[in-house]
Every structure is written in C-alpha cells, then in structure tokens.
Nanobody, 117 residues
Framework: QVLLVESGGGLVQAGGSLRLSCVASGTFFRINAMGWYRQTPGAQRELVAT???????NYAESVKGRFTISRDNGKNTVYLQMNSLKPEDTAVYYCIARLLTGGSIYWGQGTQVTVSS
C-alpha cells in the first residue's frame, strides 16, 4: 500500500510559477514510477509528467518546456516545477506512483492549481 500526499497548489497569476511536491509512504521496497496527472471539471484525468526510477521522463505536449518533473528517490518524493503558467493549466493535480512496470497506480488526494488571467 502506498499513501501519497501532495502539497504546493494554490492561486497564481498567468506567467507565474508553482512547485508541487508529493511524498510517498507505506510498505514498499522501491517505487518504479512517479508522476502527475491533472483533471478539470467534466474532463478525464490527463497525464502531465512522469518519471521512472531510471530518470526517464514523459511530458504532455502542452507542458513541454514549461514544466519540469524531478524525484528524490531517497525521500520518495516527486516534484513538479511549473513555470510560465497559463489559465488553461488550472486543474486539480494528482500525484501518482507505480511500484512495478504495468502494476497498479496509486493516487494522491489532489491539489488545486488555479491560474488567473
């Protein structure tokens, strides 16, 4: 079982920056992948960025060049640095973790990010 707790969301003006953090705890040896999804009302959750233990990254096209994902494996923590934020980045951001390739995905409770124009 993995518990994920996010922090760092909030309200920011367009062009500003936010940094999300997510700490994983529970009974596990190693986390294979961690990352971030986001969801707006009435829409499906969409991938924002993920990073494997080997530091391979995957980004949504809409955030490439603006968002950076990083991990501290020793602290079981994943970060999302979000720069040049746009109103369309407004969403609830969810942290995810996967212990094994192709295994179950664990979800955090979500943190709201609101970007005003």
């Amino acid at each position: 079982q993995v518990l994920l707790v996010e922090s760092g969301g909030g309200l920011v003006q367009a062009g500003g920056s936010l940094r999300l953090s997510c700490v994983a705890s529970g009974t596990f040896f190693r986390i294979n992948a961690m990352g971030w999804y986001r969801q707006t009302p009435g829409a499906q959750r969409e991938l924002v960025a993920t990073m494997s233990t080997g530091e391979s990254t995957n980004y949504a096209e809409s955030v490439k060049g603006r968002f950076t994902i990083s991990r501290d494996n020793g602290k079981n923590t994943v970060y999302l640095q979000m720069n040049s934020l746009k109103p369309e980045d407004t969403a609830v951001y969810y942290c995810i973790a996967r212990l094994l390739t192709g295994g179950s995905i664990y979800w955090g409770q979500g943190t709201q990010v609101t970007v005003s124009s």
